[in-house]
């Protein structure tokens, strides 16, 4: 079983015609905002819900039992889904939830774990479109999340960020089952806690 809680992907992804897509949509942040204001460790982000969970029938909102895509995800955000759609197809699983965050300059998500059944059968990636963040977890280290960069974290350890630099920061952010992603990392890496090199974090 792999140890890993926090894995930088080797490649940098070309994220420019994402961060068009989502600049030319900006608006979008504000049509739903149950997010920010339901948790209060996200008070400060915005969202655009791209492929929203379901919640079950009398179990708590964040207990999703379905996904769908909303009806802007492949006409609004074509290279983003196309990205997502590669994303699976190299390393496999079904993909569920996708949101795409937005945080201000200099605000922060505070600590915490990402609560819920849902979260025990899925990995959580984050791939960085715009400006860049500072991001915590418990027993780590902080490093700093940079444009084109894709990341796995284990959220169920106390994680933060907070956006620094000179731009409000877009991150795409999205959850996968059963994805086979580990088996591309070697067994040196899997056995210890991340690949960060020590220039990237911050002392
Ligand atoms: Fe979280």
């Known amino acids: 079983m792999s140890k890993l809680i926090l894995y930088k992907f080797p490649k940098t992804y070309d994220i420019q015609q994402m961060k068009k897509e989502i600049e030319d949509n900006e608006d979008l942040f504000s049509l739903i905002t149950n997010r920010q204001k339901e948790y209060h460790s996200q008070r400060n982000t915005q ?6 969970g379901i919640p079950e029938k009398d179990k708590p909102v964040y207990e999703w039992q379905g996904v769908e895509d909303s009806d802007y995800y492949a006409t609004k955000f074509p290279t983003i889904k196309n990205f997502l759609d590669e994303f699976i197809e190299i390393f496999g699983g079904n993909l569920h939830r996708v949101l795409i965050i937005k945080l201000p300059l200099n605000l922060r998500v505070d600590e915490h774990i990402d609560t819920g059944q849902y979260y025990q059968t899925k ?7 715009r400006g860049k963040y500072m991001y915590g977890m418990k027993g780590l280290s902080p490093v700093i999340f940079k444009e084109g960069e894709l990341w ?3 959220n169920q350890v106390i994680h933060w960020s907070k956006t620094i630099g000179d731009i409000d920061r877009y991150a795409i952010i999205f ?3 059963n994805s086979n992603w580990r088996e591309f990392v070697s067994d040196e890496i899997n056995n210890k806690l991340t690949n960060v090199p020590e220039t990237d974090m911050i002392k």
Do not use: A, P, Y
């Open 47 to 52: 969202t655009i819900f791209l492929r929203k």
């Open 123 to 129: 990995d959580r990636f984050h791939l960085v479109i």
């Open 152 to 154: 796995f974290f284990e």
């Open 175 to 177: 959850d996968v089952e």
